[in-house]
């Protein structure tokens, strides 16, 4: 969740709105930490299901990274294979 708060809270100071040279933020490398930071929870996820664990949270992240990988062939072959219980 934090990266993509700071996305929306600092976007005004990347690169697009003020230059190379002024810029605060990097919204690429926010938005690589955030792919990261979703691949990661997914494998732990997985881990956690093969031991019975389920997590409150799982389908909130699961559906962030549907968001972000913008590809409608890999975000319906990501829902086809998301469990029953996420998809309800």
């Not at 993509?4 to 490398?29: P, Q, S, T």
């Not at 093969?50 to 909130?60: F, L, Q």
């Not at 062939?73 to 219980?85: F, G, K, P, T």
């Amino acid at each position: 969740r934090f990266h993509i708060l700071a996305e929306h809270h600092l976007c005004d100071l990347g690169v697009r709105n003020l230059g190379m040279e002024r810029a605060r933020f990097d919204a690429k490398m926010n938005m690589e930490q955030l792919s990261k930071t979703i691949v990661t929870l997914n494998e732990h996820y997985l881990d956690l299901a093969r031991e019975g664990i389920r997590c409150p949270h799982e389908a909130e992240f699961r559906s962030y990274n549907m968001l972000i990988e913008g590809d409608t062939s890999l975000v319906l072959s990501m829902v086809a294979q998301m469990d029953e219980r996420l998809r309800s």
